[in-house]
């Protein structure tokens, strides 16, 4: 037994160690025979390899809190298109690199979509990372002043998702609209970007404080783009309405 347990190691098999003899008394009892014991084992190994791998790669991504599209209540929101939202939890949009934009005021769940549709990308293995906007511009920031912004930029540029949350809360520099350019021009038509922000895009000129920079980010970010603009009622005010005389 112990020349086994040290194969288990060596192997590094996490699950088959845990079930293998349960599995060999179920086997006898249900007269299996010794390929479809090994074939049930080795399968509930690999799926327990891919567990711990989405779950590896939501912990990695940094996510604020876990949310699901399922648990978003579409009825809230009846002018949000929740055909095309459940439509890109198929992903098809990650493999041409196309973006997706929620535009809208506080409360609207913008974050919580964009965290549903990244958590669904992780289950399918792919490599996500959420930021908010200034965030990303403080790393970007920071790796520049340290002389490695090239090597941040193939970084961000290699993963599969981009998730840019609370674009429109912070004040933003002209320096800072630069490195937000330099960004999605790296990401352009190589990998898709989620972002969320409460200012229309006819403000983006005052909020990068540059026309033309403001201008060239919209070209690329919207040219392969799903923008949805909600504009419904924040659901953080649900059963506050007094007049509504809900709970
Ligand atoms: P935003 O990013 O637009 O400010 P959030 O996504 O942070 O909004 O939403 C605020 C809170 O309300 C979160 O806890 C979120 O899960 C919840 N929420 C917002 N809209 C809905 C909805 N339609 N159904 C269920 N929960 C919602
Ligand atoms: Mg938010």
């Not at 674009?167 to 972002?195: H, N």
Request: with cysteine; charged share 30%.
């Amino acid at each position: 037994m112990d020349d086994l347990e040290h194969y288990f190691e060596e192997l590094k098999l996490k699950r088959i160690p845990e079930i293998y003899k349960e599995e060999a008394k179920i086997a006898a009892e249900k007269k299996l025979d010794y390929t479809e014991y090994l074939s049930d084992l080795i399968e509930k190994e690999y799926q327990g390899k891919i567990e711990r791998s989405v779950n590896q790669r939501i912990h990695r991504a940094g996510f604020p809190c876990i949310k699901t599209i399922d648990g978003y209540d579409f009825t809230y929101q009846p002018q949000l298109n929740e055909k095309l939202i459940r439509n890109l939890s198929t992903l098809e949009y990650l493999d041409k690199a196309i973006n997706i934009i929620f535009v809208g005021p506080p409360g609207i769940g913008k974050s919580h979509l964009s965290i549903g549709l990244a958590i669904k990308a992780c289950e399918r293995r792919k490599r996500v990372m959420f930021y908010t906007a200034q965030e990303l511009v403080d790393e970007l920031a920071k790796a520049k002043l340290m002389g490695h912004l090239g090597r941040e930029l193939s970084k961000l540029g290699r993963i599969d998702l981009l998730v840019l949350d609370e674009l429109g809360y912070m004040d933003l520099t002209k320096d800072s609209a630069t490195l937000f350019f330099q960004l999605v021009s790296r990401r352009y038509e190589r990998g898709s970007i989620i972002l969320n922000t409460n200012r229309p895009f006819e403000e983006w000129g005052s909020l990068f404080k540059d026309n033309i920079i403001a201008t060239a980010i919209l070209d690329r970010l919207l040219h392969h783009s799903h923008v949805f603009y909600i504009t419904g009622k924040s659901y953080r005010l649900k059963g506050h309405n007094p007049k509504s005389g809900e709970k």
